[in-house]
């Protein structure tokens, strides 16, 4: 959501993309879940990103699209705009999955990856808990305006929400219910090892480059000190 003042101008190259502050009050299990009705949670923050030109362009309510009005309105809004975010886990379903295309194909005739994908009512009831908390601590930021942007209906990949795509190569204890083991090795594969937040199961409320920098490390440590000195599965199907 966007928060727009008359009285304040906010620098938004300040620092460098992806820098900010951050609320982690309802992220995961650091809050009481009673009666809510969804599990899990995420961050409230306050990020900047280098003011992108195409990205950011924030103007009130009822502004035009497009014309002079529109461009009246970014002008006097870009430097007086402050934008509180949310961003939340997706758990794992049993309809969200991979698969291979059966129609679509790359050049030299290979199936592609098909995704298929959407949020539940756990998703956009966690999101609705998530923006109400953000707009509280927006209108106490005592703004002229503030133009809330709740998520509603189906999953759409256009509009960017941040690509850290998870899950495709789940890590897990038995080759029956994923497709590597802990140390990031393939049940069928033994000498095929793959890095990457594809051994997610679901989305935490976070990035995932921190958990995947970690993992590659602990994985990196196994080739290193077991598998090169014993080629061969490192855990026993």
């Known amino acids: 959501m966007n928060v ?24 995961g299990d650091n809050f009481d879940h009673t009666g809510l009705g969804f599990i899990g949670g995420g961050y409230i923050g306050v990020v900047g990103t280098g003011a992108r030109p195409i990205e950011t362009h924030p103007t009130p309510d009822k502004t035009p699209a497009w014309g002079a009005a529109w461009k009246k309105a970014v ?8 934008t509180v975010s949310t961003h939340g ?19 030299l005739g290979r199936p592609l990856l098909r995704m298929t994908f959407d949020f539940t ?4 009831r966690m999101s609705d808990h998530l923006t109400d908390r953000a707009a509280e ?21 256009v509009p960017y929400q941040t690509t850290h795509n998870t899950g495709g190569t789940v890590m897990g204890s038995s080759p029956s219910t994923s497709v590597l083991n802990r140390y990031l090795q393939s049940w069928d594969v033994p000498n095929l090892f793959v890095q990457g937040a594809g051994a997610f199961p679901q989305n935490a409320g976070y990035n995932p480059m921190g ?9 990196a440590d196994a080739i290193l000190s077991r598998y090169l000195k014993a080629p061969g599965p490192l855990v026993d199907a």
């Open 75 to 82: 002008a006097e809004n870009y430097l007086r705009t402050v």
């Open 211 to 219: 958990t995947v920098a970690a993992l590659a490390y602990w994985s």
């Open 121 to 124: 009512d756990n998703e956009h």
């Open 89 to 107: 886990a997706v758990m794992s379903h049993r309809g969200n999955h991979l698969d291979l295309d059966p129609t679509w194909t790359d050049h």
């Open 4 to 27: 727009f003042f008359d009285d304040k101008l906010v620098n938004p190259f300040i620092g460098a993309g992806s820098l900010g502050m951050i609320v982690d009050d309802f992220n």
């Open 137 to 157: 601590i927006a209108r106490a930021m005592g703004g002229r305006e503030i133009k809330v942007n709740r998520r509603a209906g189906p999953y759409d990949i």
